[in-house]
């Protein structure tokens, strides 16, 4: 099914904001809104909460410190080397690489999370683009069916949009 929704070009960074606000009070949940740079006061104005990387994260640290301890574990155990009646396992000597495995892991695991939540790559065009969005303006795309683009224009408008366009790609 392809994208249906009504799109609202707003030339004003605080009239934008506004509008986001209201509009997501008035039960427009999933808006895109689409700038030529990022701005705090539209991540603000959104309010999406944190990110769910940090799960991805910890997963990876966990994963990478179970997978050190099993690893420097299995390893003394099939080839011992007993020295001066020392235990065969003791874990000291292992905190490297236990460190060193936790970060690997975090880190290939946040790469991972960012591109799965960032839903990357984009190959195609994302809905609602217009070429004044690369230069000063700020769009807000609202995903709506067909029998409410009236409710969702006059939404746009009265909230301060300078142009509103139906877009059903």
């Known amino acids: 099914m392809k994208p249906q929704g009504v799109l609202g070009i707003f030339g004003d960074m605080d009239t934008a904001c506004e509008a986001i606000r ?10 895109e809104v689409l700038s030529p740079a990022p701005h705090h006061e539209l991540e603000h ?6 990110s769910g990387v940090k799960w991805f994260t910890l997963t990876g640290a966990l994963t990478g410190l179970a997978s050190a301890i ?3 574990t299995w390893t003394s155990n099939d080839w011992p080397l007993v020295t001066g009646g020392k235990p ?5 000597g292992y905190f490297v690489i236990m460190f060193e495995l ?23 065009l994302r809905v609602g683009y ?4 690369s230069d000063a303006s700020i769009g ?30």
């Open 130 to 133: 217009d070429e004044r969005f």
């Open 45 to 50: 104005a959104l309010d999406d909460g944190p």
């Open 22 to 31: 209201e509009l997501k009070s008035s039960g427009y949940g999933r808006l």
């Open 140 to 169: 807000i795309w609202l995903p709506v069916a067909r029998e409410k683009f009236d409710a969702a224009t006059a939404a746009l408008k009265k909230h301060g949009a300078e142009e509103v366009k139906l877009e059903t790609r």
């Open 70 to 72: 099993a690893l420097t």
């Open 102 to 124: 936790t970060v690997l892991f975090s880190a290939i695991f946040s790469l991972t999370g960012f591109i799965v939540l960032s839903r990357l790559p984009h190959t195609r």
């Open 88 to 92: 065969i396992v003791i874990s000291p």
